[in-house]
């Protein structure tokens, strides 16, 4: 036998110097589990690899494989003898064999006959069962359709029974709504006896009704049996002949019925009214008496209210308004159908599933409307569809009045009539229309050339800030437009805030659009923001002024009004919507500093104008005699002109608080002196490039003449009387900023300024 030599030798299990086999496996490895029946040798193997490297474990197998087969020749050894005379013991095999099969075929024979047996009762056995269960099904068949031919005569015997039944009555003929009462000449004689009958005979009806609605019962019961067996019964002459008189009380009960239900109406017998209701209820047609209701009370008077005729004619005087139809409908409600609503609406009677408000009330004005007055439901005119849709939505709210319950407005929302209702008013077009209007009236104000100041417009009297500019005060109009009882349809709230956010956007990008593109200077590359190329410093302070006041009126009272519009709503809802506003409004907050920048940059540019003076110091100085000036320069006085115009004139005293006010000033002062600085620093470099040039021409020529080149200018250099004259203009500078209220000193490009002109022994002190 060929062995594994990278496999060490197996010891034996009676080794006297090693350990036992057993023994002799790592702990990791447990020999045990290779007998287990669910044992998986990959899963093994790889939970075995997570802290066993693969050589170590293929070597502990083939260790314990070799040890295996050791064991194994082992014990063929040991009982070699029994299994090589295991052949030598087997005498005569086969004659046992044979004595064996005899009994064994004998026994099988008998198990096959008895088999047979049990299974031929088991078959005859299934099959009485069969006809047991068909003939139980069978009987219990004939004893609905026993119980179905009782209840049918008795049905047949109640109605006969009904008092004072006209002969059109018996025939199915029904007249409910051309004859004003029921009369016959032997029971409603007098007036007490026609009480009483009506009251008999709906509660005669009511009765009938049950029966019949066991009938119902029962003959479906009947047919749903049929289909579990062989037996049919549909086509026999006794169903025939009975499915025939169930049609026929049917219809009798339901004229009946009818006009009974007619009778209680016109003399408003509660109890026949509630007997006839009970009695619909039971047969499961609610819709029978809804119509009647519909047609005979409803109807006429709805007809009155809104006439129309076949063509859509309107008959009225009021037009398509439906306000005060609605009035008068609301008043015939309470005086002619309350009674019915209230009977219906009793706790504790089965009555609930009318719907009279919706199925008869609410459908018959929806037909009248649609047939009388179509042009209301029209969205074309926003005023009068606002009006007449919440005039609608007033009605319906009035009919929920009479819901007994949070359950019965519910039911009541969920009817087909009422969902066909509300589509009727396409609130999303009417939504669009006025989104033209408002917007349209916003962005033609927007589309305005020029920044047009409306101080005593009679606008400002709604809002508690002055607006000033025409611009602000049509957003401002078209902001609370949004809101106005006579334009908000609380339905499309979320549209009309959405509307709200989208003109302030507009408004902030008309202006922040408008400020860029003055600062660009192109004015041909932005056409339609000409306003903000001829717009003044005291034009950006009425926007800054405006900018507040929206702000504040938006946060403030608007803020209030829409809250109080919204009250119905959920307070998660209201807080979204608070949310939006205020965040809307302080979006206004970041349009100041462009307007601040606009003002400063235009105060800066005018100021500019007046330092380019400046430059006459060059030839005041240059190449001439003139001595060391005095005196600061005549363009010192223009440089803060413009700024001090600005914050003395009118408008700055009434539109610019003091924080903005020190703001400007400070914005003002600094870029000023920034535009001085530079100006100055060019100049002086300049100067001091142009006498470097000269001295070295002077040296060259005095070379070249024998002179000696040690001999020194004692003259004061015109670069030096350039930075004298511009030391004078910064501290005359310096003191009228300090007249304005802005310390010079500590404004960084007048040090940097003040470094550069300053003689040397005055570099380090700022004096004026």
Known sequence: MATDLHSPLPKSATDLFGDPIEDSHPLWLNPSKFSDPEFDPESYISDLRTFVPFDTLRSELRSHLGALKHELVELINRDYVDFVSLSTKLVDVDAAVVRMRAPLLEIKEKILAFRGSVHTSLTALQSRLKQRAQANEAREVLELLLDTFHVVSKVEKLIKELPSVPADWSSGIANSTEKGQLSNGNSFQHAENGTNLRETQSMLLERIASEMNRLKFYFTHAQGQQDGFDYVFTNMPFIENMEKRIQSASLLLDTSLGHCFVDGLEHRDANAIYNCLRAYAAIDNTSSAEEIFRSTVVAPFIQKVIPHSSSGVVGGS?????????????????????????????????????????????????????????????????????????????????????????????????????????????????????????????????????????????????????????????????LISCWRNDVLVLSCSDKFLRLFLQLLSRYSNWLSAGLNARRSSNANANYGFEWAFSATPDDFLYIIHDLNCLEEEVCGNYLANVLELLKSCPSEVLDLVKHSILQGGNSLKTLRPLVLNSIVETLVKKSVEDLRHLKGITATYRMTNKPLPVRHSPYVSGALRPLKAFLDGEQAARYLTSELRKEVLQSAAYGITQQYYELADELVNVARRQESSLQKIRLGAQRRAGASSDVSDQNVSDTDKMCMQLFLDIQEYGRNLASLGVDAANIPSYRSLWQCVAPSDKQNTITF
């Open 318 to 478: 009021s037009g398509d308004e439906l306000e005060q139809d609605y009035g008068r409908i609301k008043q015939y409600i309470e005086d002619d159908c309350k009674f019915l609503l209230e009977i219906s609406s009793t706790e504790n009677t089965g009555l609930h599933v009318f719907s009279f408000l919706a199925n008869s009330i609410l459908k018959e004005v929806l037909s009248a409307i649609q047939k009388g007055k179509p042009r209301a439901f029209s969205p074309g005119r926003p005023a009068e569809f606002l009006k007449n849709y919440k005039s609608s939505v007033d009605f319906l709210a009035y009919l929920e009045g009479y819901c007994p319950s949070r359950s019965a407005v519910v039911k009541f929302r969920a009817e087909a009539v009422y969902i066909e209702f509300m589509k009727q008013w396409n609130t999303g077009v009417y939504f669009s229309l006025r989104f033209q209007e408002i917007a349209g009236a916003l962005d033609s104000t927007l589309m305005t050339a020029t920044l047009v100041p409306y101080q005593n417009s009679s606008s400002n009297q709604k809002y508690s800030h002055s607006l000033v500019l025409k611009q602000s005060i049509s957003l401002m109009d078209c």
